[in-house]
């Protein structure tokens, strides 16, 4: 059997070779572990944006607030609806909001992009997590201002605390920064609804109404009329199904980063015992036997990769926090969120080290010991 003491003694002295590669894991590992606290940032922001009695009414055949459009009408009589739960001010917690898209340059890289500007009342903010001004003001109704959050004035111009955005030549003056839980709301600029309605000449256009119902019955209730009543025929959908849907795009990101992150380190862990044939020759011609040889090369390729592992989390850990963004493939937007570095996605990135080590030290250790001695050791 093969003493460790074998394999630490031969890191050693190899420390060059040893130090490229837990180097080169680890550089693998940081992005692959990067993209992970991407994604587990922004699923996290899809997700504490739905709420589990909230409800966003549609059009009929539409799946998203973009592309929908209510008659005035359904929007009027949707508040009166039995099973809404109603505020301090005895109004029922419905909003009616109108949705619009603009194209925008960024601050920092250039280019631009698109941004979502909601029309919203007063009594939207409290459909909306932990809703807050963290600086400056509120809106006021009628004189044609606006506010976002803080995140977003970094990322686009115009945004900043007394800038103005123009919407089809009227200038709005940004007046306050707001916060949102983290929610995706923090990824638009909130506009009074008649004001924005006023500016894109529609005066009495409505793309989306939100509403809370009072439990889980009301709530499939409210499901029920809405999407078979004739007086609505619309797409009632559970807030926090409509926000599942947008993950489903942080999926395939997933899927595509962990095949590139597997076959780069794959790759490199084959290179690395590959090129030891003749050290494995070696053993076999003084009498070690292939078992043991295989276990000992695996067990070095696993340290390698789990060290490398662990120098690529670490690496992660001064992004946790940092503000971001990624375009909404749903509502091809702008959504910030920021990087989450928890404890599942650093113990992810530490279970694919150790996968990626196995891997890539057990198929070209399995080859070499299967050749035969003489051809070993004449390799270079």
């Known amino acids: 059997m093969i003493s460790i003491r074998y ?159 123009e919407i089809n030549k009227v200038e709005f003056t940004v007046v306050g920064y707001f916060t949102a839980g983290g929610s995706s709301a923090e990824s638009e600029v909130w506009i009074d609804r008649r004001d924005l309605t006023t500016a894109r000449r529609t005066p009495d256009a409505v793309s989306v109404v939100g509403l809370r119902a009072t439990d889980e019955v009301a709530l499939t209730n409210l499901i029920q009329q809405i999407s078979t009543d004739e007086q609505f025929r619309l797409n009632a959908m559970r807030e926090v199904e409509y926000y599942q849907k947008q993950m489903q795009s942080s999926a395939f990101i997933r899927i595509v980063g962990t095949i590139v992150a597997a076959f780069l380190t794959i790759g490199a862990m084959f290179a690395a015992v590959a090129n030891r044939a003749r050290e494995i020759g070696t053993l076999r011609a003084l009498g070690f036997p292939r078992r043991s040889i295989l276990t000992s090369f695996l067990l070095e390729s696993v340290l390698l990769c789990l060290l490398g592992g662990i120098v690529g989390c670490l690496a992660t850990l ?63």
Not at 136 to 147: K, Q, Y
Not at 322 to 350: C, D, K, Q
């Open 7 to 165: 394999n630490l003694r031969n890191l050693c002295v190899r420390w060059a070779s040893t130090l490229m590669t837990v180097l080169g894991t680890g550089l693998v590992v940081w992005a692959s572990v990067l993209t992970f606290g991407l994604i587990d940032g922004l699923e996290h922001t899809l997700r504490v944006t739905g709420d589990p009695l909230d409800l966003i009414v549609l059009r009929k055949g539409s799946n998203e607030e973009t592309s929908s459009t209510l008659t005035p009408q359904a929007a009027n009589d949707l508040p009166n609806l039995p099973g809404i739960q109603i505020n301090l001010a005895n109004q029922p917690l419905c909003s009616t909001e109108f949705v619009t898209i603009l194209t925008k340059p960024r601050r920092a890289n250039g280019g631009t992009t698109n941004l979502i500007v909601r029309g919203i009342d007063p009594v939207g903010r409290a459909l909306r997590p932990d809703f807050r001004i963290v600086r400056g003001r509120d809106v006021v109704p009628g004189v044609n201002e606006a506010i976002t959050s803080e995140s977003m004035a970094k990322r686009f111009e115009n945004l900043a605390l007394g800038e103005r955005l």
């Open 318 to 380: 001064p992004f946790h926090g940092l503000s971001t963004g990624t375009l909404n493939f749903t509502t091809f937007s702008e959504i910030t969120f920021a990087f989450r570095f928890g404890w599942p996605v650093l113990l992810r990135g530490i279970v694919l080290s150790l996968i990626m080590g196995t891997v890539g030290g057990l198929f070209p250790a399995v080859r070499a010991v299967r050749m035969h001695v003489v051809d070993a050791l004449r390799q270079v």
